[in-house]
T-cell receptor, first 116, second 116 residues
Framework: GAGVSQTPSNKVTEKGKYVELRCDPI?????LYWYRQSLGQGPEFLIY????????DSGLPNDRFFAVRPEGSVSTLKIQRTERGDSAVYLC??????????????FGEGSWLTVV | SQQGEEDPQALSIQEGENATMNCSYK?????LQWYRQNSGRGLVHLIL???NEREKHSGRLRVTLDTSKKSSSLLITASRAADTASYFC????WGAGGTSYGKLTFGQGTILTVHP
C-alpha cells in the first residue's frame, strides 16, 4: 500500500482479554516501530524492528506486551491480560532504514484501544 | 520521561497570523524533528534540523535550533485554518559515528488552533 496500514482502527475489549494489533508497513521499509500515545501526551516508544528482529524493545512496559515481525514485513503487537491503563492509541511507523538522520519515519493512523 | 518539552501547551490565533512553538530538550542530540498530528491520529513528519544547523526552512515553516540552550522553535507563517493540529518535537537516540537510531523521544506537544 501507499502508506502504513493499521488494523483495527478501533478496538474495545474487556479487562483481562487478549488483544492483537496489526501493522502493515510501507513496502520495502526494513525498519518498523511501535509507539503508544495516551490522551494529551506525546507518543512513547515501545519497540522497533530491523528486519525480523527486535532491535530495541526497551519501551515495552511489562511482559504482557509482545511484538513480532516474523517475515520482516507485517508486525503484530500482542497484549495479554489487558488492563484499563492499556487504553491508548497504538501507533505503528516504518522507515527505509533506521538511521534517522537520513530516513524519514512514516506513521500509520493508529489503533485506538479501549479497555473497559 | 519526555526528552522534549514544548511550550506553549496550547496556542490560539487568527488566520494569517504567525504561530511560534518552542521545544526544549535535555541531552545531546544529533538532530531534532518536528511532527504534526491531526485529531490524535497519525503523525506527519514536517522537518528535520541537524545539530550543526541553526535554521531551516520548508514552505511556510521555519525551524531554528540553539544547541547551547538545548532548544528549538517552529514558526508557521501566514497560518491557515488547516494548520490546526498538535505539533510535536522529537529527538532520536544516537550513537557513535553520528548515526541516529529509530527510537524517537517526543515532547508533550503544542495544540495549535487557527480560527478562520
Amino acid at each position: 500500500g501507499a502508506g502504513v496500514s493499521q488494523t483495527p482502527s478501533n478496538k474495545v475489549t474487556e479487562k483481562g482479554k487478549y488483544v492483537e494489533l496489526r501493522c502493515d508497513p510501507i513496502s520495502g521499509h526494513t525498519a518498523l516501530y511501535w509507539y503508544r500515545q495516551s490522551l494529551g501526551q506525546g507518543p512513547e516508544f515501545l519497540i522497533y524492528f530491523q528486519g525480523t528482529g527486535a532491535a530495541d524493545d526497551s519501551g515495552l512496559p511489562n511482559d504482557r506486551f509482545f511484538a513480532v515481525r516474523p517475515e520482516g514485513s507485517v508486525s503484530t503487537l500482542k497484549i495479554q491480560r489487558t488492563e484499563r491503563g492499556d487504553s491508548a492509541v497504538y501507533l505503528c511507523a516504518s522507515s527505509l532504514g533506521t538511521d534517522l538522520s537520513g530516513n524519514t519515519i512514516y506513521f500509520g493512523e493508529g489503533s485506538w484501544l479501549t479497555v473497559v | 520521561s519526555q526528552q522534549g518539552e514544548e511550550d506553549p501547551q496550547a496556542l490560539s490565533i487568527q488566520e494569517g497570523e504567525n504561530a511560534t512553538m518552542n521545544c526544549s530538550y535535555k541531552t545531546s542530540i544529533n538532530n531534532l524533528q518536528w511532527y504534526r498530528q491531526n485529531s490524535g491520529r497519525g503523525l506527519v513528519h514536517l522537518i528535520l534540523i541537524r545539530s550543526n544547523e541553526r535554521e531551516k526552512h520548508s514552505g511556510r515553516l521555519r525551524v531554528t535550533l540553539d544547541t547551547s540552550k538545548k532548544s528549538s522553535s517552529l514558526l508557521i507563517t501566514a497560518s491557515r485554518a488547516a494548520d490546526t493540529a498538535s505539533y510535536f518535537c522529537a529527538t532520536p537516540l544516537w550513537g557513535a559515528g553520528g548515526t541516529s537510531y529509530g527510537k524517537l523521544t517526543f515532547g508533550q506537544g503544542t495544540i495549535l488552533t487557527v480560527h478562520p
